[in-house]
């Protein structure tokens, strides 16, 4: 009478339980958008169900040997859908394929020996222990999910010592089991918890970061796009330098000067969608064909809410101070970003022979000069200050 207390209370306990973890996986499942703790919690669901069944079945049937079977398929079918949650917690590709069949073979021999009447209670015991041992030995061989395996050993403690008691060695055998599936569930949202914490705290470093990193590769997309082309060739690395040094004579925040440098290097990005022939047959930057590249750099950074900051640049850099530039801006008006980026692009092409005949770096400077309905005269005396101190002074 004692042991039927026992059995149905630990019974109740294992109902309970179960319920309670289930209807949690299940508002998770709703809740989480993460594809991958979706497809964990479905699983976490489905182990759930095959353990809740299982019990209560085997308290039901507790008189009869078919509990055993029942034990062997909830161990197998429990085993199977943590596998691939494992798996995907820990992004891994492991093949559990020996295992399974192993283990599914162990049961239907259990079964092939219960129909033909040969079975007894130390032979499901040594079958079920076996199943046990081969999930344990396949947990222990997984490092991030070893402690697992020590619930199978548990298992066959209880399965051995309380053998003369098969309800209550089978339920109680099942109790660590049903831990396994808590423990990989719970793993996965502390992991997800702690990554969301951590993102908390160094959000601006990592995200500082992975913007570093895009620029990096859409500033090295845009020098392997212009060393195809002679014209172009390090035009945007060149202006990169001359618009920082201008900057820095200027005096500027080293914020801004950072800021210039990057913007410069995007400055002539819309070439990225210019037929690339007109240029090779030597036409003007002024050519309207030509020109169409500050628009089509404007519809680019448009479309992103990181890069839309270096617009100006991009899309005034072409102004003149009189007004004469495709979009009709003049003076002050001109943000200084662009006027520096203006001035550094018309240098660098003078002094590298890229539309007509190459100047030499005084000459490219006395142009500038000499044009100042064209080009900021203070920028350009900046571009002077840069030139004398980094050309000229060290010779």
Do not use: C
Request: no cysteine; proline share 2%.
């Amino acid at each position: 009478m004692e042991v039927e207390k026992i059995t149905f209370y630990l019974f109740a306990s294992i109902v309970s339980g179960t319920l309670t973890y289930l209807l949690i996986m299940t508002i998770l499942s709703v809740k989480i958008k993460a594809k991958r703790m979706k497809i964990i919690s479905a699983n976490a669901i489905i182990a759930s169900i095959i353990y809740l069944i299982g019990s209560i079945l085997i308290y039901l049937l507790r008189t009869s040997e078919i509990v055993y079977i029942i034990y062997g398929l909830v161990y197998v079918g429990k085993f199977i859908t943590e596998t691939n949650m494992s798996n995907k917690l820990h992004y891994s590709q492991r093949n559990y394929t020996f295992y399974h069949i192993t283990t599914s073979l162990l049961v239907l021999a259990a079964l092939a020996i219960q129909l033909l009447g040969l079975g007894n209670v130390i032979i499901y015991v040594v079958i079920l222990s076996l199943v046990n041992i081969m999930i344990s030995i396949a947990w222990f061989s997984e490092k991030n999910v070893r402690i697992l395996s020590f619930s199978n050993i548990i298992s066959i403690v209880f399965l051995i010592t309380l053998m003369d008691y098969p309800s209550t060695s089978l339920l109680f055998s099942l109790l660590p089991l049903g831990l396994s599936s808590i423990y990989i569930t719970s793993k996965e949202y502390l992991h997800t918890l702690r990554s969301l914490d951590l993102l908390k705290e160094k959000k601006d470093a990592i995200i500082e970061h992975q913007l570093k990193e895009f620029k990096d590769f859409l500033f090295l997309l845009i020098n392997k796009i212009e060393a195809r082309y002679p014209l172009r060739k390090q035009h945007s690395i060149n202006v990169v330098t001359i618009s920082e040094g201008i900057a820095i004579e200027l005096g500027l925040d080293g914020k801004v000067v950072s800021f210039i440098r990057e913007g410069a290097m995007m400055h002539d990005i819309g070439f990225l969608g210019v037929d690339h022939r007109n240029l090779l047959e030597g036409s003007s930057y002024e050519n309207p064909e030509v020109m169409k590249h500050i628009w089509i750099g404007r519809r680019i950074l448009e479309s992103s809410n990181i890069f839309i900051k270096y617009l100006p640049m991009v899309l005034y850099h072409h102004e003149r101070m009189d007004g004469s530039g495709p979009e009709g801006l003049y003076g002050s008006i001109i943000p200084l970003p662009a006027k520096i980026v203006a001035v550094a692009d018309k240098f660098e092409r003078l002094i590298n022979g890229r539309e007509s005949e190459k100047l030499s770096i005084q000459d490219a400077i006395e142009y500038l000069k000499k044009h100042p309905n064209l080009y900021d005269q203070v920028v350009v005396k900046a571009l002077e200050s840069f030139v004398s101190k980094n050309f000229f002074q060290q010779h």
